[in-house]
């Protein structure tokens, strides 16, 4: 099973972008699909989570009210919208699917499958 992540590229401050990411050679309707990022540097960090389960979705405070995670299941494909993009949310973007407790789903080591990451640059 794959994910894939796509949709990247360069912004300006103010920006909007959309990314996807698709699954492949299986189905996630189990799991708990996430976004995370990773700057140059630095350490990967939580973005947005969906529950499977109940379709509760849960963000980072820094992108709180600028990014909407979805899911679209007869596509088998999850999507991040990104509106007001800021020069801070410049990452490679990872998509990210887990079983585990809804407790612990911004913890990057908890996830089993990841893409490959798509690159965001929000400059002007």
């Known amino acids: 099973v794959q994910l894939q992540a796509s949709g990247g590229g360069l912004v300006h401050p103010g920006g909007s972008l959309r990314l996807s990411c698709a699954a492949s050679g299986g189905t996630f309707r189990s799991y708990h699909m996430a976004w995370f990022r990773q700057a140059p540097g630095k350490e990967r960090e939580f973005v947005a989570v969906?529950?499977?389960?109940?379709?509760?979705?849960y963000y980072a405070d820094s992108v709180k009210g600028r990014f909407t995670i979805s899911r679209d299941s007869a596509k088998n494909t999850m999507l991040l919208q990104m509106n007001n993009l800021e020069r801070e949310d410049t990452a490679r973007y990872y998509c990210g699917a887990t079983k585990t407790a809804w407790g612990t789903v911004r913890d990057s080591r908890q996830y089993n499958y990841w893409g490959q990451g798509t690159l965001v640059t929000v400059s002007s």
């Open positions: 969906l529950n499977y389960r109940s379709g509760n979705s």
